[in-house]
Structure formats: structure tokens, C-alpha cells
């Protein structure tokens, strides 16, 4: 992941969807790896957060 996001950091323009918290990462990832893509992440991109039931549990 982190070789993807620094390819594209500059070039293009990237989405990237989670359902964890960027201070969650470090719970599927390890620490050394969780802080150098947030490291990356955070100096030009732009954190949406939403909140709300899942689309896909409404029946």
C-alpha cells in the first residue's frame, strides 16, 4: 500500500476508502507501516469522515 500511495502522491489523484479511523490503522498494520503512510497521507490530502448507517443493512 504505502509503494501505491507513494507513486501517486504528487502525479495523480487518489481515493482511498477504510472502514477504520487513520488512528485505527495501526490495529491491521504495523506501527512502522501505519505511521509512514499516514505521514505521507497527511501532508497534502484531504480526511472526509462520514458518519451514519450502512447502505447496505437497509432492507
Known amino acids: ?7 501517486r502522491d504528487e502525479p495523480k489523484t487518489t481515493i ?3 472502514n477504520l479511523a487513520p488512528s485505527q ?7 512502522t507501516t501505519a505511521t509512514a ?5 497527511t501532508m497534502n490530502w484531504t480526511f472526509l469522515t462520514m ?3 450502512s ?4 432492507k
Open 25 to 31: 490503522w495501526n490495529k491491521v498494520l504495523d506501527a
Open 51 to 53: 458518519d451514519g448507517r
Open 37 to 41: 503512510i499516514l505521514d505521507r497521507l
Open 55 to 58: 447502505f447496505c443493512s437497509r
Open 16 to 18: 482511498m476508502t477504510t
Open 1 to 7: 500500500m504505502f509503494q501505491i500511495i507513494a507513486k
